[in-house]
C-alpha cells in the first residue's frame, strides 16, 4: 500500500518562505510524476508544480520565480521551497505522485493528507 507522507507548512509572513517536504513509502513503479497541488476553500484544486521522471519541471504561472520543486534525500521524496510568500498562496498544499504522468489530476492515484500554509499580509 502506497503511503505519502507531507511535513513542513505552517504560518508566515508576506514575503517569508516555507519548506514542504513529501516522503513516499510502498512505491510499485520505478518512476512516478511528483507534484504539489493547493486547494483554497470554495476554490478548485491546482496544480502548482510537477517534477516529471525525466527531469522537466512544470509550474503554475502564478508561482513562476518564488516557488521551487525538487527531489529530496531520498529516492522516493520531493520537497517544494516557497519563497516570496503572497496572501494569495494561503491554502491546503498537497503532494501527490503518479506512475503514468497523466495530464488530469483526479486521476492520480497517491495523496498525501495536506498540509496548511497561511500567510498573513
Known amino acids: 500500500q502506497v503511503q505519502l507522507v507531507e511535513s513542513g507548512g505552517g504560518s508566515v509572513q508576506a514575503g517569508g518562505s516555507l519548506r514542504l517536504s513529501c516522503v513516499a513509502f510502498?512505491?510499485?513503479?520505478?518512476?512516478?510524476?511528483m507534484a504539489w497541488f493547493r486547494q483554497a476553500p470554495g476554490k478548485e484544486r491546482e496544480e502548482v508544480a510537477r517534477?516529471?521522471?525525466?527531469?522537466?519541471?512544470e509550474y503554475a504561472d502564478s508561482v513562476i520565480g518564488r516557488f521551487a520543486i525538487s527531489r529530496g534525500n531520498t529516492k522516493d521524496s520531493w520537497i517544494l521551497q516557497m519563497n516570496i510568500l503572497k496572501p494569495e498562496d494561503t491554502s491546503t498544499y498537497y503532494c501527490?505522485?503518479?506512475?503514468?504522468?497523466?495530464?488530469?489530476?483526479?486521476?492520480?492515484?497517491?495523496w498525501g493528507q495536506g498540509t496548511q500554509v497561511t500567510v498573513s499580509s
Open positions: 517534477l516529471r521522471p525525466g527531469g522537466r519541471i
Open positions: 501527490a505522485a503518479d506512475p503514468f504522468c497523466r495530464t488530469d489530476s483526479s486521476y492520480w492515484p497517491y
Open positions: 510502498g512505491f510499485t513503479y520505478s518512476s512516478h510524476c
